[in-house]
Structure formats: C-alpha cells, structure tokens
C-alpha cells in the first residue's frame, strides 16, 4: 500500500459524458501528478500541482483539467469523453516540487471505460 | 531527460538473481537514474535510485557504471511475485519545466517462472 488513494477504481461511461476522478497522496505530501496509462501509449504524464498550484504539463487535452485542493487531494476532471479516453489514470505523489531525488509514490488507479 | 533502452523480455527462474540492463548513454551529470516496476495494471511502484554509487536497498541492487551510461538493476533472490513490467528512468534532479515528471519508456517485461 503506497499511502495514494484513488477513486473511484472503476468507471464507466458513455461517450460526450463529463467524469471526476479523485486523488489523495500520502500523508505529508505537497506534490500530485496525474498519468495516462492506454494500450497504445503506454504511461504518460499529464500534469503535476505543488501545494494546490500548477506546476508542469504534460500531454494533457484540452478537454481535461485538474485541481489541487487546500487539503492537498486533487481531482482530474474529464469532459466530452471519447472512446479514446479508456484507460487507466494513476495519481502519484511526492514529497517536494519534484526537483531533488524525491521519489514517487502511485495509487491504484482508477479504469475508465467509456462506451 | 536522457533516453533510456531496455531488452522488451526477459526470464528468469525463481530463487535465481535476476538483472535487469538499461542503457542511458546521453545521460547528464545531474540526472538520476530511477526503477520502478508494474505489476498487471497495478499502479507503479518505486524500487530504487541512484546518481553515480551503487546502491541497495531491501527490494533491490542497482549498479551504475563508472561513466554512468548504463546501469543494471539486481533481484537478488526472484520470486513469481517479481513478475513485472520493470522500468528503468532517467529524471533531471533540476527544477524548470519539467519538474518531476517521470518519462516511462515500454520497459521490461520480467517473467519469474518456477
């Protein structure tokens, strides 16, 4: 157990919806980022916040977004969700911003299906 | 972040060390050289860094060569449960834009078999 909770752990869905996936990180963690993991593109970084700011963006669409709350969980919301979206989001998190040697710790994901 | 290259597959019987080789030929002198593993869709899991010594840990050895272009990472005694995808990065301890992103590559599939 790494201490990163996610939820829900399952979702499904229909195509057009709009979906809100939440992640709590370890205790005494100020950092969240948020991956991607589809069969074809394999784990991709989507964006990270630091002590509820933005801090880096990765391959992120438009139609996605995501906040870091004063109690430091975050969530990822996905709207006009397409077939393409299946896949699997893990939420990890570390101790610092991410410069250092801080490692990080991933929860269990949550599987979207949208259908 | 440097480009790492890893074998796709690799076997190895259980009770045996199993070594898993990364290349990181284009690596700078402020990178770490980072493993994490991911069992069947779970999420992934840290097991050890290193910038220029070896280092060990309870999970695993990581061995990292003189000029730091390659590494290998030691299982000492494999179990089934070490089956894994195994994933070598290879991540700027800088700050900038791309802070602490990690960049995975496909990886190694690991299959520990009896």
């Known amino acids: 157990d790494s201490g990163v909770t996610q939820t829900p752990k399952h979702l499904i869905t229909a195509t057009g919806q709009r979906v809100t996936l939440r992640c709590s990180p370890r205790?005494?963690?100020?950092?969240v980022y948020w991956y991607q993991q589809s069969l074809d593109q394999g784990l991709q970084f989507l964006i990270q916040?630091?002590?509820?700011?933005?801090?880096a963006k990765g391959n992120i669409l438009e139609r996605f977004s995501a906040q870091q709350f004063p109690d430091l969980h975050s969530e990822l919301n996905l709207s006009s969700l397409e077939l393409g979206d299946s896949a699997l989001y893990f939420c990890?998190?570390?101790?610092?911003?991410?410069?250092?040697?801080?490692?990080?710790?991933f929860g269990p994901g949550t599987r979207l299906t949208v259908t | 972040d440097a480009k790492t290259t890893q074998p796709p597959s690799m076997d190895c019987a259980e009770g045996r060390a199993a070594n898993l080789p990364c290349n990181h030929s284009?690596?700078?002198?402020?990178?770490?050289v980072y493993w994490y593993r991911q069992i069947h869709s779970q999420g992934p899991q840290y097991i050890i860094h290193?910038?220029?010594n070896n280092e060990t840990n309870e999970m695993a050895s990581l061995i990292i060569t003189e000029d730091r272009k390659s590494s290998t990472l030691i299982l000492p005694h494999a179990t089934l449960r070490d089956t894994a995808v195994y994933y070598c990065?290879?991540?700027?301890?800088?700050?900038?834009?791309?802070?602490?992103?990690?960049?995975f590559g496909q990886g190694t599939i690991l299959t520990v078999h009896p």
């Open positions: 290193g910038l220029k």
């Open positions: 990890a998190s570390s101790v610092a911003p991410g410069a250092g040697s801080y490692e990080q710790y």
């Open positions: 284009t690596i700078s002198g402020n990178e770490y």
């Open positions: 916040y630091y002590n509820g700011e933005e801090r």
């Open positions: 205790s005494g963690d100020l950092s």
């Open positions: 990065i290879v991540r700027s301890n800088a700050g900038g834009t791309s802070y602490g992103k990690l960049t």
